[in-house]
């Protein structure tokens, strides 16, 4: 089975502030990794995805994340955060073999900008 | 641009009664998906259609939860009888269905259970 671990439930930053949201992951086959984002009142939307190939992806918005295979992290950057980021974040994963793919969540990090 | 179109957005219901839940995905999305999301949570898988088939549906609670999607479009979940650990947010995703798709999620349903 697999399973996400955030570690981090809640954080604050200013404007500007580098953001690295951690995310790891226990699976002992192929991965495909995901970073989705939940904004006030908004539905579940997706910031960025990898399934292979170049281990770091750029999603929207200037997010960007790198799979480290060997430390089965997944974890979540944006240099200079603004308000406007202040949102839920969720790491997932699924099966990359194909079939059944529902996708496996970490808890969230609720994310708060203060300008 | 396309979504996922759920109803209703609310639903209050009393403990042991039945509740019902609609779906209707991205036109042409063969994959669709339920969550459940407690409060605090990251989603949880339900199931999981083909078209009109079960693909997955080890994590739902077959003895109360039941769900269809009957012409491989729209797709129903129901509660009977619902518990009070059944209020949770209701969610559900479709995904074109190709290996390793994006999946593109509705606005859920909120359910308290009172």
């Known amino acids: 089975a697999q399973s996400v671990s955030q570690h981090n439930h809640h954080v604050i930053l200013s404007e500007a502030a580098s953001l690295e949201l951690g995310c790891n992951y226990s699976?002992?086959?192929?991965?495909?990794l995901f970073w989705y984002v939940q904004y006030p009142g908004q539905h579940l939307q997706l910031l960025l995805k990898?399934?292979?190939?170049?281990?770091l992806v750029k999603g929207i918005k200037g997010f960007e994340a790198e799979f480290i295979k060997s430390k089965f992290s997944f974890n979540l950057r944006k240099p200079s955060v603004q308000w406007s980021d202040t949102a839920e974040y969720f790491c997932?994963?699924?099966?990359?073999?194909?079939?059944?793919?529902?996708?496996?969540f970490g808890k969230g990090t609720h994310l708060i900008i203060q300008p | 641009e396309a979504e996922v179109a759920q109803s209703p957005r609310y639903k209050i219901t009393e403990k042991s009664q039945a509740v019902a839940f609609w779906c209707d995905p991205i036109?042409?999305?063969?994959?669709l998906y339920w969550y459940r999301q407690i409060l605090g949570q990251g989603p949880e898988l339900l199931v999981q259609?083909?078209?009109?088939?079960?693909?997955?549906d080890s994590q739902l609670p077959k003895d109360r939860f039941s769900a269809e999607r009957l012409k491989g479009v729209d797709s129903t979940l129901k509660i009977q009888p619902a518990e009070l650990g059944d209020s949770a947010m209701y969610l559900c995703?479709?995904?074109?269905?190709?290996?390793?798709?994006?999946?593109?999620f509705g606005p859920g349903t909120r359910l308290t259970v009172l």
């Open positions: 995703a479709s995904s074109p269905g190709l290996v390793s798709d994006t999946q593109y």
């Open positions: 699976y002992g086959g192929t991965v495909n």
């Open positions: 990898y399934f292979s190939g170049d281990p």
């Open positions: 997932a994963v699924n099966d990359g073999g194909g079939g059944a793919d529902g996708l496996t």
């Open positions: 036109s042409g999305h063969a994959t």
């Open positions: 259609f083909q078209d009109e088939s079960v693909v997955d």
